[in-house]
């Protein structure tokens, strides 16, 4: 299971278009792409872990909720967030779509990927 949630951002969209030019100019190979795709995510979620104080407060309606491998996405109706207590609300019109995962989840996923590689190339 893999978890690309920070690759339809502004900045991992932007990577991709690059990765994919320097494959067709066979700068890098595919094994080498993976690679940095797999360290963008990580770089992501340890920056924003760092960054990231505030806490949003969100209210509005819940459409519905499902849950699959850990991974939760939530379907919110006219929602309403605050960054603090002291923001101004955000008002979005129609349907917002959350979703999260553990982020301790993640890291161990990662470290069993990471022992696989490492056994492999042993042998």
């Known amino acids: 299971m893999s978890f690309v949630l920070y690759r339809a951002s502004t900045l991992g969209i932007e990577l991709e278009e690059t990765l994919q030019e320097f494959l067709r100019e066979k700068i890098i190979d595919v094994d080498l792409l993976e690679i ?3 360290e963008f995510d990580r770089a992501m979620l340890t920056v924003l872990k760092k960054v990231v104080k505030d806490k949003p407060v ?5 459409k519905h909720y499902k849950n699959c491998e850990n991974v939760w996405v939530f379907y919110i109706s006219d929602p309403e967030i605050r960054v603090s ?3 101004l609300p955000i008002q979005i019109n129609g349907s917002l779509k ?3 995962c553990d982020s301790k989840l993640i890291t161990k996923l990662n470290k069993k990927k990471s022992k696989k590689k490492l056994k492999s190339r042993g042998k």
């Open 36 to 38: 940095i795709r797999k």
């Open 58 to 62: 969100l209210k509005g309606k819940l």
């Open 85 to 87: 207590n002291y923001s």
């Open 98 to 100: 959350i979703v999260g």
